[in-house]
């Protein structure tokens, strides 16, 4: 592949992510703020609930960046999956790599991960939280781009079934649902010990980034290596992905 060719279709992927991300909030009054009040909304729920068993900051500030982190993962796996069906107007009429469309429509997550961080940040001054500033961001936008790079690489897969099997949206919705409290957000993983659900919370790949960021949040230790096993997951996912992914997408056509 030529550079001309490279060049151009990392012009691409900034045309289609830029609208994407354009689209995504337009004719909407409060804009990117919707990326930003869904996550705020779930904690602020959960605050307003543990300030009545006195819960400590440390432990709300913790909820928050687990519930932001997972919407990442959440928003990279559901934008991917319906990228090719929202493209087919580009799809079926130029050539050109079609998983650019997931990566693009999947890298919207980020920006929604940004405004969060951001809120995250003034939050953690305000909620006087003891931790390092630079582990703090360093480990933040660590845990965000292993959430991302799982999501995206879950969506590569579903991307292509989404086109023939509609119903894919409502299984999906369902399970990142469930997935949800397979994580360790809401409570400690000991609250888990002896559950039949253990081993699967366990091993859940998400856990592994809650844990790295309740190690940080609650004794200013950055342990990079929890993130080892969920990226691992991730990178091997998304291989095998693209190697389905670009064998299955010669006959997307007849999908739409």
Do not use: C
Request: no cysteine.
């Amino acid at each position: 592949m030529s550079r001309r060719s490279i060049r151009n279709y990392v012009d691409l992927f900034f045309e289609f992510f830029f609208n994407d991300f354009k689209l995504r909030y337009k004719r909407s009054y409060l804009g990117v703020l919707w990326a930003v009040f869904k996550p705020l909304f779930q904690f602020f729920i959960l605050y307003n609930v543990w300030t009545m068993f006195n819960a400590k900051a440390t432990r709300t500030i913790f909820v928050l960046i687990g519930i932001v982190l997972y919407h990442v993962f959440q928003d990279s796996l559901l934008y991917g999956m319906k990228s090719l069906y929202n493209k087919a107007h580009i799809i079926l009429k130029i050539y050109f790599p079609r998983e650019i469309v997931v990566f693009a429509a999947a890298s919207v997550s980020l920006i929604n991960f940004f405004f969060n961080f951001l809120v995250i940040m003034v939050l953690a001054v305000f909620g006087h939280l003891d931790v390092s500033w630079y582990k703090l961001v360093v480990g933040l936008w660590g845990a965000a781009f292993v959430s991302f790079l799982f999501g995206t690489a879950f969506a590569v897969w579903f991307s292509i079934w989404f086109l023939r099997f509609r119903d894919i949206q409502h299984i999906v919705d369902l399970l990142v649902y469930a997935l949800f409290w397979l994580v360790p957000v809401m409570y400690p993983l000991s609250f888990m010990k002896g559950n039949v659900l253990e081993k699967v919370v366990v091993n859940n790949p998400l856990t592994f980034i809650m844990e790295m960021m309740r190690t940080l949040v609650h004794k200013n230790i950055l342990e990079w290596s929890m993130l080892s096993r969920p990226l691992i997951i991730g990178i091997i996912v998304l291989t095998f992905g693209l190697l389905y992914f670009r064998k299955a997408v010669r006959k997307i056509a007849e999908y739409y």
